[in-house]
């Protein structure tokens, strides 16, 4: 079974807000990335948190929460935290690492990534000529991934086993969050 992360554990800084609150639809946006990927993974989907977790973590109260003490070394951590959970259930073939803030990924696009994945290989996300998040590592990278530090996140896991990788093209990965103009264009060019 594929058990997923959303990670949105970063302190926003370049947002100078607490993105992960930001409203979408009346959801904040975290939230709402959660709920979109715990329905293709039936209640295996959880949050990781970081800055500002005790702000957020009070509106979650229904959600599965990781709290990641190390948020501020960088992404890494935060995959690193999701691995570590990970490494003792029995029944985890795999783990989905997506972000909080890829708010235009849909349940068709994870439930693309999911049957793209065999339990061997890493499913890359790919959109244009760029590869990356969401991303589904098998058990056997857990080791890997629980060593990771900083804030290039996993790139250095799918470079090294690069002949282990397939990719899955989505193309509503290629759009995150990271200032508040990028969430006032996804608003005014979405209907909700």
Do not use: H
Not at 33 to 53: C, D, F
């Amino acid at each position: 079974m594929i058990y997923g992360f959303v990670m949105a554990a970063g302190a926003s800084r370049r947002f100078g807000d607490i993105k992960q609150l930001a409203k979408i639809d009346g959801v904040p946006m975290a939230l709402r990335s959660y709920n979109i990927l715990n329905k293709i993974l039936e209640e295996r989907t959880y949050l990781v948190l970081g800055s500002n977790a005790e702000f957020i973590a009070r509106d979650f109260q229904e959600v599965n929460t990781i709290y990641n003490r190390q948020w501020s070394v960088g992404l890494g951590s935060s995959i690193s935290r999701a691995a570590t959970e990970m490494e003792n259930e029995s029944k985890c073939s795999g783990i989905l690492i997506t972000l909080g803030d890829q708010v235009k990924l849909n349940e068709q696009d994870y439930q693309k990534l999911v049957d793209f994945y065999d339990e061997e290989k890493i499913v890359v996300s790919s959109y244009g000529l760029k590869k990356g998040p969401p991303v589904i590592f098998p058990r056997k990278y857990f080791e890997q991934l629980i060593r990771l530090k900083g804030d290039i996140g996993a790139r250095e896991v799918i470079r090294k086993n690069s002949n282990f990788v397939i990719s899955c093209k989505l193309d509503n990965a290629s759009f995150d969050v990271d200032y508040k103009d990028d969430f006032r264009d996804f608003l005014s060019q979405n209907s909700f």
